[in-house]
Structures are given as structure tokens and as C-alpha cells.
């Protein structure tokens, strides 16, 4: 494992890791890339811009997962915003398969930290969602929805409304609502930060098993340490005022990957530590 602050260029030797880039190349031919990113926010009432994230590169190749961390504030939901083209950068620009990001990106699934279920449906209506906007025909959509429902192992709970489901359920039917339109990208915005330690870290290692299974690439917001060196294959800190990259730590924990085993490691308490001591500071 990479010790932290080894030289950038040591962490960033395989071409098939997450990389940063200092200066102005061109995106790779797939993945998502962000050039020379900048954000500025002109709040009401105030004269003055403020810069919330400034001049992020970042290469994420295709079936990568990246975790993002750093503090409240520094522009880490604003980067994932720009991703989905939501907005659009204050200068610089964000790439999906080379491809410029100038309205909403269709080809990322956008997990926001609420759930945002619709408590009028039941599960199968809510993963039906976007299948019944985009027109899909109905038997199309059983399967679908219903493969969906199989992958986050809610199956048997098709015809439960949201309240009837506990807080790891509504996080995976948020989920088979995202996997049932097959987006290339999962943008994850702290999905599991409302659960508890036990239950997140159930929802945990069964989102890493579907993600070894078909390895789509990965945005993932969080605040938990723990959650991002047992996700990740690289770990992007971020620092505040403004929002910037100050640090990618490559993780290579043998896959597949338990919290329980990885925590055993004298790796893991290094790299806890010298990941958080960056945050802190
Ligand atoms: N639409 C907006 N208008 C004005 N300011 C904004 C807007 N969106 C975000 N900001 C500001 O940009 C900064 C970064 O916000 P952002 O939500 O990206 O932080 P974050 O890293 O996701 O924080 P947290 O960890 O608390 O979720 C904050 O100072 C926030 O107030
Ligand atoms: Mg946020």
C-alpha cells in the first residue's frame, strides 16, 4: 500500500488508476474527467462570488470506484452536482466518455443522501419510475424491475410502501431504483450516512458484491473513514475553503473486501490515521 504522502507520481504509476492531473490534457477516451474544474457560488445578497471548488482534475477510468472525502463544506456534493450536470462549472469542464457534460447527464445514476422514495408507491412502482417516464413497455419493465429488485436482494418485498421498510432497506430499493435503468456511472452522495453502524455496514459489503459483479465506476461521497478504505479502490481528500483535491491514496486491500478482516490490518490503522490527519488539517 502507498504510504501517505509518498510522492504523487508513486501513487499515480498505473495508468489504470485514478489519476490527477496538473496540467491541461485532453479526457481519457472513457470514464469520467473533470478539467481544471472551478466553481464559484454568488450567494443572495452578496456581492462577492465565493469560490466553492477550485481547479480539480481528476481522471476516474471506467469501473474504478472512487470515495471522496474531506469536511463539511468543501465542495465534495458540488462536485458530484456537476457530474450529473446539474450545473455546469464556473470555468473548466466534466467529461463522460470524452464526451462534455452541458446538460443533465443521463448516463449517471445520482443516489442523493435522502431516499426520496415516493411513499405513495410500493417498492415495484418506485423502481418502475424511470422505466414508466422513459416509455418502456410493460413487460420489458417487470423483468427489469424485478432483476433490479433481485440484485439488492429486496425480493418478496415488492408490494411494501417505503414506511414499511427499514432504513437499509429504502437505501437498497434507492439503489435497485438506479440500477434498473443501467447507468454506465453511480455518483453516490453519503447514500448510508443516516444508518446505523451495523446495518450500514450490512448495505456496505452487499453494495461492494454488486459492484464486483458487473464493476460499473463509482463517485462516492463520505465522511466514514472506514467506509471509504473498505470501498475503495482510491480515496480522494478533499480540503476546504475553497474545495480542492489535496490528496488521492490508492487502496489495495485484496478484493473481496470485509470490514471485519480489514480492520485487523496494521494498514488499515496507518492508513485511518494518516487519512485523517489530513481532514483535520
Ligand atoms: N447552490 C448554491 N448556492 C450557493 N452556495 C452553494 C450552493 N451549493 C453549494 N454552495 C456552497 O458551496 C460550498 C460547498 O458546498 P457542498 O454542498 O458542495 O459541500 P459538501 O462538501 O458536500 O459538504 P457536506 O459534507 O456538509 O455535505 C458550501 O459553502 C455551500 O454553502
Ligand atoms: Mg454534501
Known amino acids: 500500500m502507498a504510504a501517505l504522502g509518498e510522492s504523487r507520481d508513486v501513487l499515480l504509476d498505473a495508468a489504470t488508476r485514478c489519476e490527477v492531473r496538473d496540467v491541461d490534457t485532453p479526457p481519457r477516451r472513457t470514464g469520467l474527467s473533470f478539467r481544471d474544474v472551478s466553481k464559484a457560488f454568488v450567494a443572495h445578497g452578496d456581492r462577492r462570488p465565493f469560490l466553492a471548488v477550485r481547479d480539480v482534475n481528476l481522471d476516474i477510468p471506467p469501473g474504478r470506484f472512487v470515495c471522496l472525502v474531506g469536511p463539511s463544506g468543501s465542495g465534495k456534493s458540488t462536485l458530484l452536482n456537476m457530474a450529473a450536470g446539474l450545473f455546469q462549472p464556473s470555468t ?3 467529461y463522460q466518455d470524452a464526451e ?3 446538460t443533465v447527464n443521463t448516463r449517471v445514476g445520482y443516489i442523493t443522501q435522502q431516499d426520496n422514495l415516493l411513499p405513495w408507491r410500493n417498492l415495484r412502482d418506485n423502481v418502475a419510475l424511470s422505466l414508466e417516464i422513459q416509455g418502456v413497455g410493460k413487460r420489458t419493465r417487470a423483468e427489469r424491475v424485478a432483476r433490479a429488485i433481485e440484485q439488492v436482494a ?6 411494501h410502501y ?3 421498510l427499514s432504513g437499509g432497506m429504502r437505501k437498497r430499493a434507492t439503489l435497485a ?3 434498473v435503468y443501467s447507468p454506465d456511472t453511480l455518483l453516490m452522495d453519503e447514500p448510508f450516512g443516516a ?3 451495523m446495518m450500514r455496514n450490512t448495505v456496505q459489503e452487499q453494495l461492494l458484491r454488486l459492484w464486483e459483479q458487473d464493476r460499473k465506476t463509482v463517485l462516492f461521497v463520505t465522511h466514514d473513514l472506514d467506509e471509504a478504505i473498505l ?3 482510491d480515496i480522494v481528500v478533499f480540503g476546504a ?3 480542492r483535491i489535496v490528496h488521492v491514496e490508492h487502496v489495495d486491500f485484496p478484493r473481496p473486501r470485509t470490514l471485519a478482516d480489514i480492520r485487523k490490518s496494521p494498514e488499515f490503522t496507518a492508513l485511518w490515521e494518516g487519512l485523517w490527519s489530513l481532514i483535520e488539517n
Do not use: M, S, W, Y
Open 154 to 159: 429486496l425480493t418478496g418485498f415488492e408490494k
Open 100 to 102: 462534455r457534460i452541458n
Open 92 to 94: 473548466g469542464a466534466v
Open 231 to 233: 470501498l475503495a479502490d
Open 177 to 179: 431504483r438506479t440500477l
Open 241 to 243: 475553503n475553497p474545495g
Open 162 to 164: 417505503p414506511a414499511q
Open 195 to 197: 444508518l446505523d453502524a
